[in-house]
């Protein structure tokens, strides 16, 4: 992963410095956050923040109050951001993806792990793709199929596994903006799902973006 913002490198390092084991990586993050988008239930922060820094017993990796904000802060812009870049249409997505510079290998299976963790937040919701078209059940197969090869529980034969790796980091990008595109198009048709949300600086004493109805301080921003 090369050219990334400043504000991507700081979110990078905050991630990388936390003590859990269980805390993502920016690329996994990228992925997760993706999957939390396209989902068809609406995922709200409180559920999922606690993820990225390893689960709501992992609390403790946030060093201070201080450090929270700032992590959270940097973890809500990039969720906005992904809305944006989403909301802008075909070809504006681009996924995070680390690099290898060894072989200059792209690993997109890290990418794919995040979305999958994304995807077992609502296992069940997304068998309403089955109802898309030709293109949208193609996509969520894709994306599936990627899945699996990253868990190394792939059925398909070598030949199209291979086929599938080499272009893993072409198809990821193409596969969210297909599912996306459904998502938006059944909220337009009156189904149930409403917008994700942006979230704006939290502050300390304003409400949660959790949607708990309690103070940030007093909810995800407590330490």
Same mark, same amino acid.
């Given at each position: 992963?090369?050219?990334?913002? +400043?504000?991507?490198?700081?979110?990078?390092?905050?991630?990388?410095?936390?003590?859990?084991?269980?805390?993502?990586?920016?690329?996994?993050?990228? =992925?997760?956050?993706?999957?939390?988008?396209?989902?068809?239930?609406?995922?709200?922060?409180?559920?999922?923040?606690?993820?990225?820094?390893?689960?709501?017993?992992?609390?403790?990796?946030?060093?201070?109050?201080?450090?929270?904000?700032? *992590?959270?802060?940097?973890?809500?812009? $990039?969720?906005?951001?992904?809305?944006?870049?989403?909301? &802008?249409?075909?070809?504006?997505?681009?996924?995070?993806?680390?690099?290898?510079?060894? +072989?200059?290998?792209?690993?997109?299976?890290? @990418?794919?792990?995040?979305?999958?963790?994304?995807?077992?937040? &609502?296992?069940?919701? @997304?068998?309403?793709?089955?109802?898309?078209?030709?293109?949208? &059940?193609?996509?969520?197969?894709?994306?599936?199929?990627?899945?699996?090869?990253?868990?190394?529980?792939?059925?398909?034969?070598?030949?199209?596994?291979?086929?599938?790796?080499?272009?893993?980091?072409?198809?990821?990008?193409?596969?969210?903006?297909? *599912?996306?595109?459904?998502?938006?198009?059944?909220?337009?048709?009156?189904?149930?799902?409403?917008?994700?949300? $942006?979230?704006?600086?939290?502050?300390? +004493?304003?409400?949660?973006?959790?949607?708990?109805?309690?103070?940030?301080?007093?909810?995800? =921003? *407590?330490?």
């Amino acid at each position: 992963m090369s050219g990334i913002s +400043n504000r991507l490198k700081l979110l990078e390092k905050l991630l990388a410095d936390l003590e859990s084991d269980e805390a993502m990586l920016l690329t996994q993050l990228d =992925g997760f956050l993706a999957g939390i988008l396209i989902c068809p239930d609406l995922i709200l922060p409180g559920e999922w923040l606690p993820m990225v820094w390893g689960g709501s017993d992992s609390d403790a990796a946030l060093e201070s109050t201080k450090e929270a904000e700032q *992590l959270i802060a940097l973890i809500l812009q $990039h969720y906005n951001s992904t809305v944006a870049d989403l909301q &802008r249409g075909p070809g504006h997505y681009a996924p995070l993806f680390d690099i290898d510079m060894r +072989n200059d290998e792209v690993l997109w299976e890290i @990418w794919i792990d995040g979305f999958d963790t994304a995807r077992q937040l &609502r296992a069940g919701s @997304w068998a309403e793709i089955a109802g898309g078209d030709e293109k949208t &059940r193609s996509a969520w197969a894709g994306l599936v199929a990627l899945v699996q090869i990253g868990l190394g529980e792939s059925t398909l034969p070598k030949e199209q596994v291979d086929d599938l790796i080499a272009k893993a980091p072409d198809l990821i990008p193409h596969y969210i903006e297909t *599912l996306n595109a459904w998502r938006i198009s059944q909220h337009v048709a009156g189904q149930p799902r409403t917008e994700a949300p $942006h979230f704006g600086k939290v502050g300390r +004493n304003e409400p949660c973006p959790c949607g708990s109805g309690k103070k940030y301080k007093r909810c995800c =921003g *407590l330490n």
